[in-house]
């Protein structure tokens, strides 16, 4: 075997201008994306676990395996013991503009977060952010659409359970919610992992390499998501959708929407999709989606 090292690609010029997009930045060892077969968690295909336990499936993304024997229970006792956020955070929510993005909004929480509970200990502040962002995320909508205080997570509901119980959503029939669970259930597990070595995880990489916390490298890895081109890029999916219905002026027709699409190539205007960009398939994890909501009676479905 030849000791010389292998070489993954060459640099030019061009590629310092692309975002590095295409060039290696180092190894994931949480997730890839396989362009056949979709999204992958420690090498297990997404649509074997996206009805797993979320709590066991983080403990699989920290630990690169199952939770064997006690470790599950003792794992979730660990994040419930870390979930109550300092309620400093929550108030600062109140000065912020209404008509802020709610990205915005997150980023200011996790920054907010470092500064009252970051320890400089890498693993326990990672503890601390898993258990702390279902309950800043359900504190931001409630404030920021005022349906009003922020709501406490319960010692007795499960990381999930918990994050519709902290929504509390407004007119919503309390007697729905676990079917408003199973789907948040499964959407996250979805989401909990990106696939591979993408924008924000190089960027949160990068930060954390000059010794920056936890809480200040995912702030970073977080504006690096919040892009169109990157985590924004599902909702301004949607945004393409609704346009694309009203330049067809609502001719649906394959031929129409075909047409619709070439002229935008023909004009280099984007085409934003749902998936991963290197997927040549469509994204098992949009199959899952269809599945719980087919398993849902027709009013109860949420997507």
Known sequence: MSDEPKVLKTITEADLETGLRGVPVGYCTTSFVDPEQGLHYVGHPIPDIAYRDPEEVIFLLLHKRWPEGGELDAFKAEIRKRQHVDPRVLRSMEALPHRGHPMKWFLHAINTMGMFSGTGDFYEDCLRLIAQVPVVTAAIYRVREEWGDPIPPSDDLGYMQNFVHMLGVPGFDVNQNDKLFKLMRVFNV???????????????????????????????????????????????????????????????????????????????????????????????????????????????RYF
């Open 190 to 300: 979805l989401h909990f992992d990106h696939g591979g070595g993408n924008l924000s995880t190089f960027v949160g990489k990068a930060v954390a390499s000059g010794l920056a916390d936890m809480f200040e490298s995912i702030t970073g890895a977080m504006c690096g998501l919040a892009g169109p081109r990157h985590g924004k890029a599902n909702q301004e999916c949607l945004t393409f959708v609704s346009e694309c219905i009203h330049a067809v002026g609502g001719d649906l027709s394959e031929s129409a929407v075909r047409e619709m699409i070439e002229r935008r190539l023909e004009n280099k205007q984007l085409i934003f999709g749902f998936g991963h960009a290197v997927l040549r398939v469509e994204d098992p994890r949009a199959t899952v989606l269809v599945g719980l909501g087919e398993d849902l009676a027709p009013d109860d």
